[in-house]
């Protein structure tokens, strides 16, 4: 991702849950590259620091039994606490549905590909499912940025996208 994707990622983020987006999109970035699995990628802003107190998560709405650390109160504001296991899982999945796109992108554009086909997830929404078409390799909508958060929609290769 590049810094102008990164800032548009970032004003996805709810304000109101994430005290600092930015930083929490930069943090998960220098992890991604040796945490391949979202899930894992999201303890890194759950599990940093030292364990809260079960007393500490009770206090901030969390879930006593989830391992969460110190960072995660740098990451989130009081009302996003509560929801963090969810918020950063929904950050890591996201940074990699991405990723997984303009790595595709760029593989499929050296290998001469022309078109790809954005194809929505099984159960996507509405507005993803109007995108289904063909786009040249590099003007294709990407997920998530151009979309919306939560999206899982990617891409695929047609029979005629090397014409
Ligand atoms: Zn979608």
């Not at 940093?48 to 006593?64: M, R, S, V």
Request: glycine residues 6%; hydrophobic residues 35%; charged residues 30%.
């Amino acid at each position: 991702m590049n810094d102008k994707q990164i800032e548009k990622l970032a004003s996805m983020l709810d304000p109101s849950l994430w005290k600092n987006p930015l930083g929490a999109i930069k943090t998960l970035l220098q992890h991604q590259g040796k945490i391949f699995d979202p899930r894992k990628l999201s303890h890194v802003i759950l599990r940093g620091g030292t364990e809260l107190t079960k007393d500490d998560k009770k206090k901030a709405g969390i879930n006593p039994n989830a391992k969460t650390g110190s960072a995660a109160l740098s990451c989130f504001t009081d009302d996003g606490l509560k929801d963090c296991v969810d918020l950063a899982f929904e950050l890591a999945l996201a940074i990699a549905t991405i990723d997984e796109s303009l790595d595709k992108q760029q593989r499929w554009k050296r290998q001469n590909v022309k078109r790809l086909i954005f194809a929505p997830a099984p159960d996507c929404c509405d507005s993803c499912k109007k995108l289904e078409k063909e786009y040249p390799v590099d003007k294709a909508p990407i997920p998530v940025l151009d979309t919306h958060l939560g999206c899982r929609c990617s891409y695929t290769m047609g029979a005629n996208c090397f014409d």
